[in-house]
């Protein structure tokens, strides 16, 4: 298969793609547009809700697997685009629009990959994956999907990382904390303050370092961002509650975090949102992360949430693109940076003994 023949039909599924909007949990219509292409070069594509697969010819129970996985959706369109985000915008080597850097830039590039891979036999089995419901980390996208694909050794993550790997990944939990007090009439020396209370718990947990730091990712980092009290002037407020934003590390699981937190502020109530999200990452040695490194790639440690979080085996992140382009206005992609993604993913994983 010629290499710049299947580069030209990435950078056209490209275009299709931006040109449907696929915000988060409304990916049907590029999901379709995605399956159509996967179907139009030859594929054997399986879908559940908004996620496609394929699975390369000749699986093999007895090789170990490798997934390649990048997402479909977007997030809403920010506020500032001086072009059309729903209409992919060429301007020099630059194309602008919606999903152009985070992600379609990786879908297509792992794709490309894949049906290049997919030609000759590897010393493992290899699944495409494009799934959906990432930027809001829902329930309807790859958690969905892992149960019925075979059990996978490692993953290759398409996110905007400059395609420089990022072999560890910050996890997320979000906390609900509430302080109790005693209520009483303000003008007389009665009850127990639930905001001086609380101010006490957001200054420990606002210097609050836990005794394991992670070698990538440094310390757990936790941070206020809401807090809610009082319903009248005279009032003694009873009752302060807050949200805590926590990203986690992979010095300890959330589990293991939520507890130190805990334990730190005995007297706030802390009820997370959802302990699934962990931090993840991928042990510097394994043989894609020399791969990479053999490249001239240097290993970093990212501080943004993906699909990782939800990988119960190793994974590595990496793909064309800025993170900073992310989720801002006038997104863009270089096609040059496409064209690296393509070279650099078939260089890695060609011929790669796990």
């Given at each position: 298969m010629d290499i710049d023949e299947i580069y030209y039909d990435a950078v056209d599924l490209l275009r299709e793609m931006v040109a449907v909007p696929s915000l988060s949990r409304q990916e049907a219509g590029v999901a379709d547009v995605v399956e159509r292409a996967m179907r139009?070069?030859?594929?054997?594509?399986?879908?559940?809700?908004?996620?496609?697969?394929?699975?390369?010819?000749?699986?093999?129970?007895?090789?170990?697997?490798?997934?390649?996985?990048?997402?479909?959706?977007?997030v809403r369109v920010a506020d500032g685009w001086q072009h059309q985000p729903f209409s992919p915008t060429m301007e020099g080597d630059r194309m602008y629009g919606l999903g152009t850097n985070d992600d379609g830039a990786s879908v297509v590039s792992l794709l490309t990959a894949f049906r290049q891979l997919s030609e000759r036999e590897q010393p493992y089995n290899l699944i495409f994956l494009a799934s959906a419901e990432e930027e809001v980390s829902g329930k309807g996208g790859i958690e969905s999907v892992l149960p019925m694909l075979p059990a996978i050794s490692v993953a290759l993550?398409?996110?905007?990382t400059g395609m420089q790997p990022a072999v560890a990944e910050k996890g997320l939990m979000v906390l609900d904390g509430v302080v109790r007090g005693v209520a009483g009439h303000a003008a007389r020396n009665e009850g127990v303050n639930a905001i001086?209370?609380?101010?006490?718990?957001?200054?420990?947990?606002?210097?609050?370092?836990?005794?394991?730091?992670?070698?990538m990712l440094g310390p757990v980092k936790i941070t206020v961002t809401k807090i809610e009290a009082g319903h009248q002037h005279n009032v003694i407020p009873d009752l302060c509650t807050m949200l805590v934003d926590v990203r986690t590390t992979d010095a300890y699981t959330n589990v293991q975090t939520l507890e130190l937190i805990r334990q730190a502020v005995p007297q706030c109530e802390l009820t997370p949102h959802s302990t699934r999200l962990n931090p993840?990452?991928?042990?510097?040695?394994?043989?894609?992360?020399?791969?990479?490194?053999?490249?001239?790639?240097?290993?970093?440690?990212?501080?943004?949430?993906?699909?990782?979080?939800?990988m119960?085996?190793?994974?590595?992140?990496?793909?064309?693109?800025?993170?900073?382009?992310?989720?801002?206005?006038?997104?863009?992609?270089?096609?040059?940076?496409?064209?690296?993604?393509?070279?650099?993913?078939?260089?890695?994983l060609d011929g790669l003994t796990l």
């Open positions: 139009r070069f030859g594929l054997d594509v399986k879908r559940h809700g908004c996620n496609l697969w394929s699975i390369a010819p000749g699986f093999d129970p007895q090789k170990p697997t490798v997934l390649l996985n990048a997402h479909i959706d977007t993550v398409g996110e905007p001086y209370k609380a101010v006490e718990v957001i200054d420990t947990l606002r210097t609050l370092r836990l005794p394991k730091e992670s070698a993840s990452g991928i042990d510097t040695g394994h043989p894609l992360v020399q791969r990479a490194v053999m490249l001239g790639k240097e290993p970093f440690g990212s501080p943004t949430l993906s699909d990782q979080a939800l119960p085996f190793p994974s590595l992140k990496m793909g064309p693109g800025d993170s900073a382009r992310s989720h801002t206005a006038d997104e863009y992609i270089e096609l040059a940076e496409i064209r690296e993604a393509i070279d650099t993913y078939i260089i890695m």
